[in-house]
């Protein structure tokens, strides 16, 4: 085992996902079409939209679907929300859908992160895999980040989603970066995690919320986390 750990690649390139993992909706912007009709989901129906949405996610993944992943995901997200606080109404589902989907809402980070890029940008080379509706860049621009990552791979921009290996192929190919040499953190395991593992590169969990408690594979709950985790790879 000691040889196994002496003979892994170094780590030089770490890929991020966005939304989930390094920024989090506005629900003030996002649940607005909802609360301006005097619906307001609690934490705990939102919590539970989130983690019901994922593990329904895996499940279509693992068994082989090619259903679009971004679009799959809000449909659970939201019917499941929508239908916890008994509400069916097509418009609206498509309108709180386009607001969730919109990457100019998701503009909330947990208080440090900046100053964690930087820490990560000074010892790894950092870029970004999303999927995105093409405006990933702007945001990111948005938050005053951008600064950190050496390249956006937006699914809206490169027309290859996660979990496809093509967007990951594409992604390494842009900073000319080894899979083996490389980790990728994402908050949804069958899109994020086996996506990444497929192509070679490490993975680890964004897991906020405890979806992935039982699995046995590197995690973070928080963003402070993840440079102890990076040591350890």
């Not at 890929?15 to 989930?20: E, Y």
């Not at 109404?89 to 859908?97: H, V």
């Not at 809206?156 to 996660?162: D, E, I, L, S």
Request: some cysteine; overall charge negative; charged content about 25%.
């Amino acid at each position: 085992m000691l040889a196994l750990e002496w003979m892994k690649p170094r780590l030089k390139s770490v890929f991020f996902d966005i939304g989930n993992t390094l920024t989090y909706a506005d629900l003030a912007v996002t649940l607005h079409p909802l609360t301006k009709r005097g619906l307001h989901p609690t934490d705990e129906q939102l919590r539970n939209a989130e983690i019901e949405a994922r593990r329904v996610m895996d499940l279509i993944n693992l068994s082989g679907s090619r259903l679009n992943p971004d679009a799959e995901y809000w449909r659970i997200f939201l019917s499941k929300l929508m239908g916890w606080l008994g509400v069916q109404d097509d418009a609206l589902l498509a309108e709180i859908t386009f607001e969730w989907r919109s990457a100019r809402n998701w503009t909330c980070m947990a208080p440090g992160t900046p100053a964690i890029l930087e820490r990560l940008a000074s010892k790894y080379e950092l870029a970004v895999i999303c999927n995105s509706d093409g405006t990933m860049t702007r945001l990111l621009k948005h938050l005053e980040v951008s600064r950190f990552f050496r390249t956006v791979t937006d699914s809206g921009v490169v027309g290859h989603a996660k979990p496809s290996p093509e967007i990951f192929h594409l992604a390494l190919k842009s900073i000319g970066a080894a899979p083996e040499e490389s980790v990728y953190i994402g908050d949804v395991y069958s899109i994020d995690f086996l996506g990444a593992q497929k192509v070679g590169m490490r993975a680890i969990l964004a897991d906020r919320l405890g979806t992935y408690a039982d699995l046995d594979v590197p995690k973070i709950s928080k963003l402070d986390e993840l440079e102890g985790v990076l040591q350890k790879m």
